[in-house]
């Protein structure tokens, strides 16, 4: 046991610190590569591979003396979007609002003090940000449905999720000052809405409203994306499409529940 707490064991720290990093890696991480980026003796390390090996997370590349992704990881990813996949009702709300909007539309959804996206309405006429697709989930600081989630938090909680997350700066333009970010998630919170404008990719914006369950708490957010320049020419109608998708995606989770 570590001593983070009880219930926490650094062996499974450690083997899901492994998978992180050799599935952040571009290709087949050799076992000397792991051990030496985090911080591991070798025998630990080579402790940890065998037993993501036999467990399948993770396969042995003799040739290469390397190790990869193994086939369970996509066994988790295919459990993760079915555990997140919402209703059809939210499904056609969001296609409406990428429609009307003319721009890629998202669902978000709230799950443990974490937006993660669970539904992408796009078009190659309007694709959605590259990486935000379903299961995306990192830097609630720089887009607007992470924004629309700390703002409903307590300042005390948001500032020991932002402790844990950090603010880092995704692009020049990200909000990372933690005075500044508390100014822009006032206005969040009074206004129903937040917006970001290139803080999570440079020329693009992002907008999005609030969902609600029937207790009226906070459950996910409707979004879309758009070029900058065109979130400026057409705010108004831009804002109304979110608003009224918002609106709608309200009405489908009460009506259909998780």
Same mark, same amino acid.
């Given at each position: 046991?570590?001593?983070?707490?009880?219930?926490?064991?650094?062996?499974?720290?450690?083997?899901?610190?492994?998978?992180?990093?050799?599935?952040?890696?571009?290709?087949?991480?050799?076992?000397?590569?792991?051990?030496?980026?985090?911080?591991?003796?070798?025998?630990?390390?080579?402790?940890?591979?065998?037993?993501?090996?036999?467990?399948?997370?993770?396969?042995? /590349?003799?040739?290469? *003396?390397?190790?990869? #992704?193994?086939?369970? +990881? =996509?066994?988790?990813?295919? %459990? $993760?979007?079915?555990?997140?996949?919402?209703?059809?009702?939210?499904?056609?709300?969001?296609?409406?609002?990428?429609?009307?909007?003319?721009?890629?539309?998202?669902?978000?959804?709230?799950?443990?003090?974490?937006?993660?996206?669970?539904?992408?309405?796009?078009?190659?006429?309007?694709?959605?940000?590259?990486?935000?697709?379903?299961?995306?989930?990192?830097?609630?600081?720089?887009?607007?449905?992470?924004?629309?989630?700390?703002?409903?938090?307590?300042?005390?909680?948001?500032?020991?999720?932002?402790?844990?997350?950090?603010?880092?700066?995704?692009?020049?333009?990200?909000?990372?000052?933690?005075?500044?970010?508390?100014?822009? /998630?006032?206005?969040? *919170?009074?206004?129903? #809405?937040?917006?970001? +404008? =290139?803080?999570?990719?440079? %020329? $693009?914006?992002?907008?999005?409203?609030?969902?609600?369950?029937?207790?009226?708490?906070?459950?996910?957010?409707?979004?879309?994306?758009?070029?900058?320049?065109?979130?400026?020419?057409?705010?108004?109608?831009?804002?109304?499409?979110?608003?009224?998708?918002?609106?709608?995606?309200?009405?489908?989770?009460?009506?259909?529940?998780?």
């Amino acid at each position: 046991m570590s001593g983070k707490g009880a219930g926490h064991l650094q062996s499974v720290e450690r083997a899901m610190c492994v998978l992180d990093h050799i599935a952040a890696s571009p290709g087949p991480v050799p076992a000397r590569d792991v051990a030496r980026s985090l911080g591991l003796t070798l025998p630990t390390t080579y402790h940890l591979l065998t037993t993501l090996v036999t467990g399948g997370y993770l396969v042995h /590349l003799p040739e290469e *003396h390397a190790y990869a #992704l193994g086939h369970r +990881v =996509d066994d988790l990813a295919r %459990g $993760l979007y079915r555990q997140i996949a919402v209703p059809p009702a939210v499904q056609r709300v969001a296609e409406v609002v990428h429609q009307q909007a003319q721009a890629a539309a998202y669902y978000a959804a709230l799950r443990d003090a974490e937006m993660i996206v669970a539904h992408v309405a796009e078009c190659p006429k309007h694709p959605r940000i590259r990486p935000i697709g379903i299961g995306f989930h990192q830097a609630p600081h720089a887009t607007a449905f992470g924004k629309l989630m700390l703002a409903t938090l307590a300042p005390a909680d948001r500032e020991a999720l932002l402790d844990h997350t950090g603010t880092p700066r995704v692009t020049p333009a990200t909000v990372t000052d933690r005075a500044l970010l508390s100014r822009q /998630l006032r206005q969040v *919170h009074d206004t129903g #809405l937040a917006v970001e +404008v =290139d803080e999570f990719q440079s %020329g $693009l914006s992002c907008m999005a409203a609030p969902v609600t369950d029937a207790a009226g708490r906070f459950v996910g957010a409707v979004a879309i994306s758009m070029p900058t320049t065109r979130l400026r020419a057409d705010r108004w109608t831009a804002e109304r499409a979110v608003r009224l998708g918002a609106v709608r995606a309200t009405r489908a989770v009460a009506l259909h529940p998780n």
